[in-house]
T-cell receptor, first 117, second 111 residues
Framework: GAVVSQHPSRVICKSGTSVKIECRSL??????MFWYRQFPKKSLMLMAT?????????EQGVEKDKFLINHASLTLSTLTVTSAHPEDSSFYICSARDGTLSGNTIYFGEGSWLTVV | GENVEQHPSTLSVQEGDSAVIKCTYSDSASNYFPWYKQELGKRPQLIID?????GEKKDQRIAVTLNKTAKHFSLHITETQPEDSAVYFC??????????FGTGTSLTVIP
């Protein structure tokens, strides 16, 4: 099946710094990518939807200036957590939709554990 | 946006028994309803899905039912096994292809 790769899988950063997480579709063109945040034992919270070549659409309550999303190509989307704080520590997961297929099947990345110290 | 509710939040069953997880959604435009299984710290894995033009779908021990009128859908796992233990999420996809997830059900199958 389709593969979505997310990197890094784990990252620790200092408070006040920025960290970038990459999401790549390895064998298909992802016209749409989604970014989620997940707290331990909690559900996946949709943060934003990004379409290749256009600005991301953020969900209510998500700060677009803090969580910068770029979807510059059909195989890569990035999430940059700017001026990170300990409360940003979480599990971040991306997913991608294969634009060549009809229907709504999405594929998830492996997730990235972010710890802000 | 879409609001997806999921029940129960935790479920324990004896090995071999059946497990049922229920979800409701609010947006009548939603037309795709997948179910995911997630182990701690790993990516969700799609286990079964159903589209709005179908009322029921089955894949071996797993089945999903959809009631569009009532806006609810359910996951049924029969003959449960210890390896079925995980967190299960339902989701509803809107016409804009955004996916909204339920709150999750932690399933424990007791050997």
């Amino acid at each position: 099946g389709a593969v979505v790769s997310q990197h890094p899988s784990r990252v620790i950063c200092k408070s006040g710094t920025s960290v970038k997480i990459e999401c790549r579709s390895l064998d298909f063109q992802a016209t749409t990518m989604f970014w989620y945040r997940q707290f331990p034992k909690k559900s996946l919270m949709l943060m934003a939807t990004s379409n290749e070549g256009s600005k991301a659409t953020y969900e209510q309550g998500v700060e677009k200036d803090k969580f910068l999303i770029n979807h510059a190509s059909l195989t890569l989307s990035t999430l940059t957590v700017t001026s990170a704080h300990p409360e940003d520590s979480s599990f971040y997961i991306c997913s991608a939709r294969d634009g060549t297929l009809s229907g709504n099947t999405i594929y998830f990345g492996e997730g990235s554990w972010l710890t802000v110290v | 946006g879409e609001n997806v509710e999921q029940h129960p939040s935790t479920l324990s069953v004896q090995e071999g028994d059946s497990a049922v997880i229920k979800c409701t959604y609010s947006d009548s435009a939603s037309n795709y309803f997948p179910w995911y299984k997630q182990e701690l710290g790993k990516r969700p894995q799609l286990i079964i899905d159903i589209r709005s033009n179908v009322g029921e779908k089955k894949d071996q021990r797993i089945a999903v039912t959809l009631n569009k009128t009532a806006k609810h859908f359910s996951l049924h796992i029969t003959e449960t096994q210890p390896e079925d233990s995980a967190v299960y999420f339902c989701a509803a996809s809107t016409a804009g292809n955004q996916f909204y997830f339920g709150t999750g059900t932690s399933l424990t199958v007791i050997p």
